[in-house]
């Protein structure tokens, strides 16, 4: 049965399909709570006499999902170390899809009182359990399925599911204000993407059982190579290399979320667009996304280190400017967006894999979820509570330069690390 299992293969078209599916859900799932954290909660879950104090409870359970994280990294990372990539990428799936389920089927504030708060934190939490296993395991379904020269390509197919799962999540919140008025919005239309939702979660997971586990990893479990605790592990014998994917991490996460959330709540308040018409601005630009995460993958066969290097400078030159673009009227605000994405779609396309290959198979799904999710923490995590307060207290310019000393940390991290792209995943990284 072992020899079987061994000598079976997935076949191309469906381990990419797979790996992009699951986090396509993932995401869209993610993306339609930060949404609806700047558009509904701080009405319906947060009331106060303050718009700005009830947008930042809301934000701060934006946040509660970043936490949460780790922990999902260590569970989801503990089995799919010890059993395998595919069991646990079900179960995390499951996971995600049951919390963002409950989400839209939560009473608000004036049914249940401060409880609707609490149930919202605890579904939130659930979300961050679910994608703080996803996202590692979903990466190492695609690379270590991988053929040696085309590791960074195949890495970028699950990194193609944030673009998508963004562009759904906007795209269903733009058509039903398009279709709903406000107050109908309010009482029932942003529960709907929260509840179709499981319609995808089914869709994937479908998917993901047809898959077989990873040739490497399998490997691995013949040779009985796995360790008792992986988290303890990485902890203790790969300090450096889950220090260095922290720092690599950081910047894209603060990116991301600035140019999302945070710049959706700006642009809606103190700029004075409609929801409508800045969901739409957004969407306009998420092409720019999708289009560099294949282009940077393709340049990362060349050489990882290489190219993170200077992705992470132009981020840092972007941070110096990116206030003055915002404010310029609209064109300025889609010009914000759309070079911030563009840029975030080149730093993330080679991301999983450059993460992935820092740590051996024994420990690479926990190592690599641990760093992803540790630095969710720092950068996603506080994105948007940071940039909110900088930007009401300094002046916008200061959120610009958040980013650009995110970047300056993420470049420390990427001079941490050797180039990896000719390293053997069966063996123990050389860094």
């Known amino acids: 049965m072992t020899v079987n299992q061994s000598t079976t293969k997935n076949r191309p078209g469906q381990v990419l399909f797979a790996s992009l599916v699951g986090t396509t859900v993932e995401f869209f799932d993610f993306y339609i709570y930060a949404t609806a954290a700047v558009l509904v909660f701080p009405k319906l879950f947060f009331p106060a006499s303050d718009p700005v104090a009830a947008t930042l409870a809301s934000l701060a359970t934006f946040g509660i999902a970043f936490l949460a994280r780790p922990v999902g990294s260590a569970l989801f990372g503990h089995f799919g170390d010890r059993i395998g990539r595919k069991t646990t990428l079900v179960i995390a799936l499951s996971t995600m899809g049951l919390s963002t389920f409950a989400i839209g089927a939560l009473p608000t504030y004036s049914t249940i009182g401060f409880a609707a708060p609490l149930l919202l934190a605890l579904c939130r939490f659930g979300q961050g359990i679910g994608l703080g296993g996803e996202w590692g395991g979903a990466v190492l379904l695609a690379v270590e399925n991988a053929p040696p020269n085309k590791r960074a390509w195949y890495g970028m197919f699950p990194q193609l599911g944030a673009p998508l799962g963004f562009f759904l999540s906007g795209g269903a919140f733009l058509l039903l204000s398009r279709l709903l008025t406000d107050q109908q919005f309010f009482r029932f239309g942003w529960r709907l993407p929260f509840l ?79 929801r409508g018409k800045f969901l739409l601005m957004q969407l306009a630009v998420i092409p720019l996304f999708a289009l560099t995460i294949p282009a940077s993958a393709l340049l990362a066969e060349r050489g990882r280190r290489r190219v993170m290097l200077s992705i992470t400078v132009a981020i840092a030159l972007f941070g110096l400017v990116m206030a003055k673009i915002f404010v310029a009227g609209a064109s300025g605000a889609v010009a914000m967006m759309g070079l911030g994405l563009a840029l975030m779609g080149m730093t993330y396309g080679p991301l999983g894999t450059v993460i992935s290959e820092l740590f051996p198979t024994p420990v690479r799904y926990t190592g690599s979820s641990l760093a992803f999710s540790f630095a969710g923490i720092l950068g996603g995590s506080l994105a948007p509570y940071a940039a909110t307060y900088l930007a009401r207290s300094y002046g916008l310019q200061y959120v610009g330069y958040y980013l650009a000393a995110a970047a300056v940390l993420s470049f420390a991290g990427l001079l941490m690390v050797r180039e990896t792209k000719d390293g053997d995943l069966t063996r123990t990284p050389d860094i």
């Open 196 to 274: 179709v939702s499981a319609v995808l979660v089914l869709l994937g997971l479908y998917v993901r059982l047809t898959i077989h586990e990873t040739p490497v990893f399998q490997r691995a479990l013949d040779r009985q190579e796995q360790v008792r605790f992986p988290m303890l592990t990485v902890i203790r014998r790969h300090t450096r290399p889950l220090l260095a994917g922290i720092l690599i991490c950081l910047a894209t996460f603060v990116l991301f979320y600035l140019m999302t959330v945070f710049a959706l709540s700006w642009g809606t308040t103190v700029l004075g667009f409609s």
